[in-house]
């Protein structure tokens, strides 16, 4: 964490910038009173009812840093850790392969006219021949298509998963290792969503996307009612503490981030925590709606680092949340993304290493920025009593670029 020299250059790629969001509620609003209906309670325990009852669930860990809590000034730093989740590498598995399960679960149910089957009916392979006349198909960045694949073939469906060209080979390796055909797609991720959706409109595929736009809902709205199994999680394992002061959420889509908001504004109430949002500056969509006050795109190659974050258009539902459940959204350059591995990667006295990903250590991007720009840490009330909350979204999803970043295996890091 040394200060970078002031030369000109370097201030530009430590480009940070944050936006207070003057439409977020008041903490003693509830979520009831706020716009945002279709993310549910009853739907949250829904999700975290099925999917703890899959094979290989366990919570994740909330690891304390007070090491690194101290050197930012900050009284409590806590990380959510996803990257051993159903060995998939991050929170995405919940997502996906829940909604995947959800589209079987309904189709079984018309095939057999059935009232109820659950994710377990499915996995007992009594409807084999239902589900294996399925199949799902969205695009991805790697993460979420990877979850989709999983959720394919553990509940015995078939799966076809669009790339754009920006996705790295070792990403599209772990996609195929679930017996997906993977295709890839010219332009960027907006484009092979719209790509996904005709080619499973003239093929008769089931989409599983975690975006939802007009006229499509209900299943990105599984999806996120999936990651709120984190939030669920994270709940639990702070029972008889304070709420943390401060969340900080990546964001690409949004999706991650408004079911973290929406779960824990449900949960807490008013003593809900201040909600930060965190997007690479060249995919700042979440940020630039805030600004506009209405859902804004964000155009081009949408280059970054943070390959999970690379998304120009804000989800309908995740807006829903997020224009008032947000306080502030921070827009942050690739360096703070690959400055958070290497921190995370060599922890400061008393702390244990973290094997986080490009996109998973975004949230300590924020807060290694706030460190240079003073503007930042004002904008976020980051002080020594503050305790904070980062998602640490995925491990090392693509190893070999972890390697490059870090200079070691996450193996290595964690011996
Ligand atoms: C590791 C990781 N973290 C965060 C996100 C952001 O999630 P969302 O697109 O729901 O905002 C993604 C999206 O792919 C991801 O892969």
């Given at each position: 964490m040394n200060p970078p020299a002031p030369d000109p250059q370097h201030e530009a790629r430590h480009e940070a910038r944050a936006f207070v969001n003057p439409a977020a509620e008041a903490p003693a609003r509830p979520y009831a009173a706020h716009g945002a209906r279709s993310l549910t309670q009853t739907g949250f325990d829904a999700a975290l009812a099925e999917i703890s009852s899959w094979p290989g669930y366990a919570p994740t860990p909330l690891l304390p840093l007070p090491g690194l809590a101290r050197q930012l000034g900050l009284g409590q730093l806590l990380y959510k850790d996803e990257g051993g989740r159903f060995?998939?590498?991050?929170?995405?598995?919940?997502?996906?392969?829940?909604?995947?399960?959800?589209?079987?679960?309904?189709?079984?149910?018309?095939?057999?006219?059935?009232?109820r089957v659950g994710s377990r009916d499915l996995l007992s392979g009594a409807y084999a021949d239902v589900v294996g006349r399925a199949t799902v198909t969205c695009a991805t960045d790697g993460n979420h298509g990877r979850s989709v694949a999983w959720g394919a073939q553990l509940f015995g469906c078939r799966c076809v998963i669009f790339v754009h060209q920006h996705v790295s080979q070792g990403r599209r390796d772990a996609i195929a290792r679930y017996g997906a055909e993977v295709r890839e797609v010219r332009g960027n991720y907006d484009d092979a969503v719209r790509h996904?959706?005709?080619?499973?409109?003239?093929?008769?595929?089931?989409?599983?996307?975690?975006?939802?736009?007009?006229?499509?809902?209900?299943?990105?709205?599984?999806?996120?009612?999936?990651?709120?199994?984190?939030?669920?999680?994270?709940?639990?394992?702070?029972?008889?503490?304070?709420?943390?002061?401060?969340?900080?959420?990546?964001?690409?889509?949004?999706?991650?981030?408004?079911?973290?908001?929406?779960?824990?504004?449900?949960?807490?109430?008013?003593?809900?925590?201040?909600?930060v949002v965190v997007e690479p500056i060249a995919a700042d969509c979440?940020?630039?709606?805030?600004?506009a006050g209405r859902p804004a795109v964000v155009e081009g190659a949408l280059d970054t680092v943070m390959a999970g974050l690379a998304c120009g258009e804000v989800s309908d539902l995740a807006w829903e949340v997020l224009h008032g459940g947000t306080n502030v959204?921070?827009?942050?350059?690739?360096?703070?993304?690959?400055?958070?591995?290497?921190?995370?990667?060599?922890?400061?006295?008393?702390?244990?290493?973290?094997?986080?990903?490009?996109?998973?250590?975004?949230?300590?991007?924020?807060?290694?920025?706030?460190?240079?720009?003073?503007?930042?840490?004002?904008?976020?009330a980051l002080d020594a009593h503050s305790r904070v909350l980062l998602l640490g979204s995925e491990g090392d999803t693509d190893p070999v670029i972890y390697r490059q970043v870090v200079g070691r295996s996450a193996a290595e890091v964690l011996a």
């Open positions: 060995g998939l590498g991050s929170f995405k598995a919940l997502g996906g392969a829940y909604a995947v399960a959800n589209v079987l679960r309904h189709a079984v149910m018309a095939a057999r006219g059935l009232a996904a959706a005709a080619t499973a409109a003239a093929e008769g595929w089931s989409v599983v996307s975690d975006t939802s736009y007009p006229g499509y809902r209900d299943i990105p709205l599984d999806v996120m009612h999936g990651y709120g199994v984190m939030a669920a999680e994270v709940a639990q394992q702070l029972a008889g503490s304070p709420p943390p002061t401060h969340v900080f959420a990546q964001a690409g889509v949004g999706a991650l981030a408004a079911a973290v908001c929406a779960s824990f504004w449900l949960h807490w109430g008013e003593r809900r925590p201040r909600f979440v940020y630039r709606s805030l600004q959204a921070v827009a942050v350059a690739d360096a703070y993304a690959l400055q958070a591995m290497r921190v995370l990667a060599a922890p400061v006295a008393g702390d244990r290493p973290v094997v986080a990903g490009e996109t998973g250590g975004v949230g300590l991007a924020a807060l290694l920025a706030a460190q240079q720009h003073p503007a930042l840490r004002q904008a976020l």
